[in-house]
């Protein structure tokens, strides 16, 4: 096991090496991150100078990167076009979309496990159809869609009735609110709507996936010779049947983890987060051209994650089916 992952995070690192290369590469050559300031003529030429000079203009591309590459390394992720560092903004910005992404992800989680396997087992039924039906309209509807019908139809009309605002529709929070307490609270009711939009439309995946995972162990031959020995039906479908199916869904999930922080950005521009994933769309839609710093420590922060999951995802593979071995 402990050569098996020192292989895949070696691999994991390499990937990271030459994914970023060719980000950094593309980034660079999408346009003039100085073009602003060149066209205003009222900005000095030895200001644009020493902004040339800050963001490492003048060295050639390969230096850049390498310039790029072993601060990063150091802990430095550079400076954006604006002048500002760029590493204190990456753990707070990261904070804010976890504090969305981890709820919404434990509840498409455990609710998407209990939809498929309820649907498998009671395949076409009331409840199976139902849920094959929801799942597939939450799939089909993009998030902002969701969010915005959520936003109209959900908390609008509940805040109306309970009398005062408790599903908030804009901003992470509410300036001036203090005391643990009201701190926590205020970040919950500022919370559920943008967690049920990511809810909705991560679990409506991983519940097919889980179902049909389900269904093709439940037709196996050793869930039939289990029933045939005697085992009671609560043995053969946790303990023989669940066991097995989630090997697939890991996957899914562990793949998916990381999507779904990237695909937070939509969620996060409907609902007003200052999150990660407006931090991305904020770099990349400069002014003028993407700003290299901010769109690499971005991309380098969400490739690394998805490194991290596939390798939990290996580890857990051995862990639900003892038949997997690492040579």
């Known amino acids: 096991m402990g050569a098996f992952i020192t292989r895949r995070i070696a691999a994991g690192i390499v990937l990271l090496l030459v994914a970023s290369f060719l980000i950094f590469l593309l980034v660079s050559l999408s346009g003039n991150p100085l073009a602003a300031l060149e066209a205003n003529p009222h900005i000095a030429k030895a200001t644009i100078a020493e902004a040339r000079l800050q963001l490492h203009l003048n060295e050639p591309l390969l230096e850049r990167y390498w310039t790029w590459l072993t601060g990063f390394l150091q802990g430095n992720f550079g400076t954006s076009t604006t002048g500002q560092a760029v590493g204190p903004q990456v753990l707070p910005r990261l904070v804010v979309t976890l504090q969305m992404v981890i709820p919404a992800t434990l509840i498409a989680i455990v609710l998407g496990i209990v939809v498929g396997v309820v649907g498998a087992v009671r395949q076409y039924s009331i409840i199976d159809n139902l849920s094959t039906g929801l799942a597939y309209i939450f799939f089909s509807t993009p998030v902002f869609v969701l969010a915005i019908l959520l936003k109209d139809f959900l908390a609008v009309d509940f805040n109306k009735g309970v ?104 969620t996060e521009i409907v609902f007003g987060w200052e999150g990660f994933g407006r931090f991305f769309y904020t770099g990349l839609t400069g002014p003028v051209s993407p700003d290299v710093n901010v769109v690499q420590a971005w991309f380098v922060i969400s490739a690394a994650i998805i490194v991290l999951f596939n390798l939990i995802a290996d580890v857990l593979y051995g862990v639900l089916d003892p038949r997997i071995r690492y040579a």
Do not use: C
């Open 163 to 266: 009398g005062h605002t408790v599903l908030y529709t804009i901003g992470q929070n509410t300036p001036g609110v203090t005391g643990f307490g009201n701190v926590a609270v205020d970040a919950i009711e500022h919370t559920i709507l943008p967690v049920v939009t990511l809810t909705l439309i991560t679990y409506a995946t991983w519940s097919r996936y889980q179902r049909s995972s389900m269904l093709d162990v439940l037709n196996a031959d050793y869930i039939r010779l289990a029933r045939a020995k005697g085992l009671s039906p609560r043995r053969v479908l946790y303990v023989h049947a669940l066991r097995n199916a989630l090997i697939p869904v890991t996957t899914v999930i562990a793949l998916d983890f990381a999507g779904v922080i990237g695909g937070a950005l939509v």
